[in-house]
């Protein structure tokens, strides 16, 4: 079913990405082309109509979300929301890239009248219709916004939002550094690197060839959304690592990685549209980025560290075999429970975050 929906689709990806070359002069630095591969209009990977989310491939779907594998995520962090609610005097849940909109529902449902709105921001058309009608429920409480007002109240959420932004790609060779980009060469697209004055956040130790990601549009993201917070909190949920890990000298092929029907790859030039492209999040950066533009880090750790200060075992105790094998994915070290962290921000003074009550790796940032 997928392969037939997608192959529709390929040649006038194709097409954007041919237009995209040619004003560009024949070479699309990574970022760009993975904004097209992700987001063009209608056949992008998150603006066409495929499944995406889901814990099975016979589904359809490509990868699975925490608020997909098990609705105890969503009811341990609403621990943590329903706090940052009541510390920051706020009403409103901001989601920032709510994909089939399972855990608006499922927070909609924990926070009850605690949350007076629950406001969602996300590029993709297709995936707010799917928000829409698995949010009907919830009425008129949930709104949809195409673009940040001047001012934001209210408690921030993204789940795996920052690893969906465009990362430039730069290699150094033989001592020197370049910017991946695509060409195309004949029917197929092609790596094209280029002399560039780029540089990773951290001098990279050794003098081997050496792959890595430059986050421009996930820190930009993060500093816009703080000039904006004037009261309230943020939390991002995505796999990554602060920066002393995401740049060690051994971590020479970088994080770029493709996902489609539950099976990795790390080739973004083939199957454009058909498959997510996703990169490890620099922690360190998002760190920074936040705090440049004001906001304060109440805390970094593990996912697993997370949900359980918040309760998730005493939750696993209550649900039957089956809910708690799937939610034990969420905390073990081997699956979700250690390559996820969680960072989380204050717009205007700092206060003890629950979620963060032990385990605080703030100082490995
Ligand atoms: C990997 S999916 C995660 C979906 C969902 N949060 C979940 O955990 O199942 C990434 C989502 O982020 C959205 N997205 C990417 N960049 C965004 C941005 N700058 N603003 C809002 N949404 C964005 C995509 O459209 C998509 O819905």
């Not at 297709?126 to 007002?149: F, I, N, Y």
């Not at 280029?194 to 930009?220: F, K, M, N, S, W």
Request: hydrophobic fraction near 45%; proline fraction near 4%.
């Amino acid at each position: 079913m997928k392969q037939e929906h997608g192959a529709a689709h390929a040649d006038p990806i194709h097409r954007i990405i041919d237009a995209s070359l040619a004003r560009a002069g024949g070479w699309l630095p990574f970022d760009r082309f993975m904004a097209l591969a992700l987001y063009a209009p209608q056949v992008g990977y998150y603006a066409n109509a495929g499944r995406k989310f889901g814990t099975m491939p016979a589904s359809g779907s490509d990868f699975v979300t925490a608020p997909e594998l098990s609705p105890l995520f969503a009811q341990a962090l609403s621990v943590q929301l329903g706090e940052a609610l009541e510390r920051t005097g706020t009403d409103e849940i901001w989601e920032f890239g709510a994909g089939s909109g399972a855990l608006a529902s499922q927070l909609l449902d924990a926070l009850g009248d605690r949350v007076a709105r629950y406001r969602i921001v996300d590029l993709s058309a297709t995936l707010r219709e799917r928000q829409q009608v698995r949010l009907a429920a919830h009425g008129g409480k949930v709104e949809w916004l195409s673009e940040l007002p001047p001012t934001i109240e209210g408690v921030v959420i993204g789940n795996e939002v920052l690893d969906a932004m465009p990362v430039q790609l730069i290699l150094r060779r033989q001592g020197s550094w370049f910017e991946r980009g695509v060409i195309q060469v004949g029917e197929r697209l092609q790596w094209e690197d280029r002399p560039t004055l780029l540089r990773p956040p951290i001098d990279i130790e050794g003098e081997h060839d050496y792959l890595t990601e430059i986050h421009v549009q996930g820190r930009a993201f993060v500093a816009t959304l703080a000039d904006r917070l004037e009261r309230g909190a943020a939390f991002f949920i995505d796999y990554g690592f602060p920066e002393a890990e995401y740049f060690h000298p051994q971590r020479a092929m970088g994080t770029v990685m493709c996902h489609r029907g539950h099976q990795a790859d790390a080739d973004p030039l083939t199957d454009v549209g058909l498959k997510d492209i996703t990169a490890h999040v620099d922690f360190t950066g998002i760190a920074l980025a936040g705090q440049d533009a004001g906001l304060e880090v109440l805390g970094y750790t593990s996912q697993a560290r997370f949900l359980l200060n918040l309760g998730l075992l005493e939750l696993m105790a209550s649900a039957s075999v089956p809910e708690r094998a799937m939610a034990a994915r969420l905390i073990h070290e081997h699956e979700m429970g250690e390559l996820f962290k969680v960072i989380g921000f204050a717009a205007s003074g700092s206060w003890d975050a629950a979620g963060f009550a032990e385990g605080d790796r703030s100082h490995t940032l």
